[in-house]
């Protein structure tokens, strides 16, 4: 089924570890997104792609880092996870980013708590 | 400071029952998509709305875009189980920041 794969499901963290959330997509689109959802402040964008090889900051970069080689890929990288970064983490993409974004394809989202 | 506020933030409603939520900001915005959320997946688009004072049906859902473009709601007639989920609102085009900025989230449950 095309669409939006997220690697792992749920993960349990300890303090302090590196972890790498991974996106990979088989639509051909464009952009690409991470968000992260807790409860009552909705989706946050963490930080997006709008074409293969290039990167930026969303709303909530602080303690993430992400790389964009293809098209088809987007991980998310914790260099030191710490237990704010608990929350759910989705992976977006779109045909096409900013201006003109369009629909935005979720996958089903990694659990992560660190501890 | 949330830039789209939603209201009510949960709701519970009887089977047939009818509804609004509401999407509320103090910016305007060039489009606005509702999306959808089920529990352990991630949301899926109902609508786009890009014109001032548009509403777009769906069934029995009715979206409407404010005139000034900064606000919008979701109306839903004969509420059924199914219609249970996080309703999201998301809004492009703020301030030139084009990127999607998402709603706090109505959480709707449907009592059958």
């Known amino acids: 089924i095309a669409g939006i794969t997220q690697a792992p499901t749920s993960q349990i963290l300890a303090a302090g570890r590196r972890m790498t959330l991974r996106c990979t997509q088989d639509?051909?689109?464009?952009?690409m997104y991470w968000y992260r959802q807790d409860l009552g402040l909705g989706l946050r964008l963490i930080h997006y792609?709008?074409?293969?090889?290039?990167?930026g900051k969303g709303e909530v970069p602080d303690g993430y880092s992400v790389s964009r080689a293809n098209t088809d890929d987007f991980p998310l990288t914790l260099a030191s996870a710490v237990p704010s970064q608990t929350s759910v983490y989705f992976c977006?993409?779109?045909?096409?980013?900013?201006?003109?974004?369009?629909?935005?394809?979720f996958g089903e989202g990694s659990r992560l708590t660190v501890l | 400071t949330q830039l789209l506020e939603q209201s009510p933030q949960f709701l519970s409603i009887q089977e047939g029952e009818n509804l609004t939520v509401y999407c509320n900001s103090s910016?305007?915005?060039?489009?606005l998509q509702w999306y959808r959320q089920e529990p352990g997946e991630g949301p899926v688009l109902l609508v786009t709305?890009?014109?001032?004072?548009e509403v777009k049906k769906l069934k029995r859902l009715t979206f409407q875009f404010g005139d000034a473009r900064k606000d919008s709601s979701l109306h839903i007639t004969a509420a059924q189980p199914g219609d249970t989920g996080l309703y999201l609102c998301?809004?492009?085009?703020?301030?030139?920041?084009?990127?999607?900025?998402f709603g706090t989230g109505t959480r709707l449950t449907i009592i059958p």
């Open positions: 709305v890009v014109t001032g004072g």
């Open positions: 910016s305007v915005f060039s489009s």
């Open positions: 639509m051909r689109h464009n952009a």
């Open positions: 977006a993409s779109s045909a096409q980013g900013a201006p003109n974004t369009g629909e935005l394809f």
């Open positions: 792609s709008n074409t293969a090889g290039t990167t």
């Open positions: 998301a809004g492009a085009g703020h301030f030139g920041n084009e990127k999607l900025t």
